[in-house]
């Protein structure tokens, strides 16, 4: 995976709080074994009609919003089931960064996993960005090593991302990679701490 | 100052800590199905690593089986799915409880009947519902598949520590209202992220005096508050329930397990980060009637209108469930017709809710225009509740009798809720499209669903006769 240091893109408002993992990539899409190649189901069930046309009245269908590469968002995004398949549908479509109030602990993660980057930012920063992308898209710049957003307008937020995350998603390490690195102490604990070795 | 089960588990676990990283956890139970693991493995199959512990490693199938004719699938994506876990599980030593299996069934289900779930076990699986295995005082969560590869590989994760919520019930249950109504109604009273960063445990007399299948449904519905893990302190109901199964620890090793079990229990003056507490005696059987978990109300109220919500928000999303439902503000829950009914899924698909469902039907007859279905959670519990002739008093009301699998909860498989219809399920989430592409999901108790199955709309169970076995 390759690092996320800045990052400018096309910013697009969803304004919908609680949008859950099953609304993000719908179930049908689960049985692949793939990692890849489900950009063309995100938000299936909200982007197209019944009879397969896109539906118009969509967020994302709004022919200026086509190309985006950020979205923002309301309030616990990313909520209900754990599938992974949700960041990969959402990278897979373009996006690199997610902007909402709050997200769901296992979507959260999910997303550092892949390279792409959940901010929390306050409700009242999201409302100004959601009321801004409502009337068109517009461009915001994020920087992860200062941890900040801007919009060009003067707009500027400070987010969080705890430390060792930050430092994963910039270098776009294998996790695995460096967990192996302490295999001594994996190999100590399960000899000296594991009850079920040692009761 | 006493330390919470939460505490004492999660220090018992860090195999590596270091300032300004997470605590690298060690996982003592890995659970496996076939959607969230493929992935998984060829993610190690390309950087030619291994499972490093096959023997903490459980693997089954139940996202997309088949409930009926389960060998023939039509669907070859999901068959490639089911296959594809059979030749990982084969080329990477891991023990599957395959298709054929009698101990095949939803992961959540089998996972404490095979007494693999156990007390101060940290156990993981690529499923939100992960939580259910709280109920034994284990500390479990949901994860996503780089999660899956990452503990396959390393029987470690990297994690921040939760906060800790204690949640209290204290009181007792009224008749007709059982575990799944409680779960609802901190779910309508506290939202859908009031757990979010949070694990919780689940205490005070209501909780103590629950059975297994009780508790696990409680804990399997802490994701839908945004909680990772919920769980409850070990007791005697806990050791009973584990005692002789196939793989809890035998005979003398069970007796010094359960004196190490007991030290688990939270302490009775340890310090929580948030405490809430509720009354049994307030809660009443609940019906869902929106498009997520905390959009749910009392069996005998009504939905509720805008002026009931404050925020812009709250309000569009009231409308918007509203609009997806074909329901109005206001309107009387127990008007609402069902056309479906689903007695199933990790939540309520357990001896006891096939129990709760059959009492209920015994001897009645389903409405017409309401197609039922029962999917036991496991082939242990369908073989059980068949020994008990809860099949037959079952398929004599007009229920069909499926094999085990998440069947409807998700309809992964061919069990669909069609578009419009409404379903009165045991399940866990109404989000939209769940159970089809425009289906109408109510989340409520085997009983109620049982009940509305036979009046082909909602009532109130407490006002059937047959309420005091209920």
Known sequence: MSGFKEFTGKAVAMDRANVDTDQIIPKQFLKRIEKTGFGKYLFFDWRYNADGSENEQFELNRPENKGASILIANENFGCGSSREHAPWALLDYGFKVIIAPSFADIFYQNCLKNGMLPIPLKQEQVDYLLEKGKKQPFVVHINLEEQKVTDGDGFEAEFEIHAYWKKMLINGWDEIEITLQLKDKIEEFEKTKDPYTIL | MGKSIIDKIWEKHVVHREEGKPDLLYIDLHLVHEVTSPQAFSGLRMKNRKVRRPDKTFATMDHNVPTINRHIINDEIALN?????????????????????????????????????????????????????????????????????????????????????????NGKLGPGVSAKDVILYILAKYGVNFGTGYVIEYAGEVVRNMSMEERMTICNMSIEGGARAGLVSPDETTFEYLRGRKYAPQGEKFDKFVEYWKTLASDEDAEYDKVITLNGEDIAPMVSWGTNPSMTSPVDSTIPTMEDYKTEIEKSSLKRALEYMGLKEGQKIEDIKIQHVFIGSCTNSRIEDIRAAAKVVKGKKVHPGVRALVVPGSQQVKKQAEE???????????????????????????????????????????????????????????AMAAAAAIFGHFVDIRKLTTVESV
């Open chain 2, 81 to 169: 799915q089911m296959t594809t876990l059979e030749k990982n599980c084969a080329e990477f030593g891991v023990e599957l409880a395959g298709i054929d299996s009698p101990y095949q069934g939803i992961v959540h289900v089998i996972g404490p009947e095979l007494g693999l779930t156990q007390p101060g076990k940290t156990i993981v699986c690529g499923d939100s519902h992960t939580s259910t295995h709280g109920a034994f005082g284990a500390l479990a969560f949901g994860i996503g598949t780089s999660e899956v590869e990452h503990v396959l590989a390393t029987q470690t994760i990297w994690q921040n520590k939760p906060k800790t919520l204690k949640l209290e019930i």
């Open chain 2, 388 to 446: 008990e002739g809860l099949d037959k008093i079952l398929t004599e009301a007009g229920f069909e009798w499926r094999e085990s699998g998440c069947s409807m909860c998700l309809s992964m498989n061919a069990d669909v809720v069609p578009s419009g219809e409404h379903c009165a399920s045991t399940s866990n989430r109404n989000f939209e499209g769940r159970q089809g592409a425009g289906a109408r999901t109510h989340l409520v108790s085997p």
